[in-house]
């Protein structure tokens, strides 16, 4: 069983339609609630909507889609809680606060444009390997193997790096002090290194069939998102003047884990 391009299209067509209803709707709650921030919870949310529509249209192999599904479905829905229980009871995020008015004019349709509309077109290319894996047929099993051995590695990252940072917060004796404990010692953003591998490795499950190599620009967008975007750029450029965050940054890396150059003190910062 080769690629049907009508699947595909129909897999595609879908997934736009339901990320615009979903959009629509976040930028509904987003007015209501006073705060474009919704939209991060949207954001895990999205992936499995879509990773949902092409388990349920495509007619490619079906133990792929079945996998890509478990798999996103594992990812997106624990980012989505976890991003809710972070902001629950907080206001705008000074990322989008910052955005709106840097543009001025109505802040509702700022929104619509700059992060409802962007976040949703992000959406759909960022999950074309779910998308044109869902009209693929066989494959190489191994290949996929490796896609989820990464995925996992991804997930960990991410999951291991928010608890740890949330316990961090959780004791007030560390409250104005830097986080530079467990894997935040390897890396600045485990977080953001977790998302990146995590969809590198749902890429190598798509991959795993033709044509779904050709969907390489999807994990790599997201990596910039994540690298340069409104990821890990961002958040340093907020986190620069706090105390003891420059050397913190002398000796954890940027975003690859690796080993601290020295040894860090317990929330020295």
Request: charge should be positive; aromatic fraction near 12%; charged fraction near 15%.
């Amino acid at each position: 069983m080769g690629f049907d391009l009508g699947s595909f299209w129909a897999v595609t067509g879908s997934s736009l339609l339901a990320l615009v209803l979903l959009m629509a709707v976040t930028a509904v709650v987003g007015h209501r609630q006073g705060r474009v921030s919704v939209v991060d919870t949207t954001w895990g949310l999205g992936f499995v909507l879509v990773a949902l529509v092409a388990a349920l249209v495509g007619d490619g192999a079906g133990w792929r889609r079945v996998l890509l599904l478990v798999l996103v479905a594992v990812w997106g829905l624990r980012l989505a809680w976890h991003v809710t229980r972070r902001n629950a009871g907080k206001g705008e995020d000074p990322r989008y606060t910052e955005m709106l008015e840097k543009e001025g004019g109505n802040p509702t349709l700022v929104a619509i444009r700059k992060v409802y509309a962007v976040q949703g077109a992000a959406l759909w290319f960022v999950s074309l390997p779910l998308q044109v894996s869902a009209a693929a047929g066989g494959g190489v099993a191994w290949v996929a193997v490796v896609g989820v051995l990464l995925w996992l590695l991804g997930v960990s990252f991410e999951a291991v790096g928010d608890a740890q940072l949330a316990r961090f917060k959780a004791d007030p004796a560390n409250k104005g002090k830097v986080m530079d404990r467990g894997l935040w010692s390897w890396t600045r953003h485990p977080n953001y290194f977790g998302d990146s591998s995590v969809w590198w490795g749902l890429f190598l499950v798509a991959a795993s069939a033709w044509p779904g190599v050709l969907t390489v620009l999807s994990p790599v967008v997201m990596t910039y998102f994540l690298v340069y975007g409104t990821g890990a750029k961002l958040l340093e450029r907020h986190m620069a003047e706090r105390p003891g965050y420059r050397e913190y940054q002398q000796r954890t890396s940027y975003f690859l884990p690796r080993p601290p150059r020295r040894a860090t003190g317990a929330g020295r910062g």
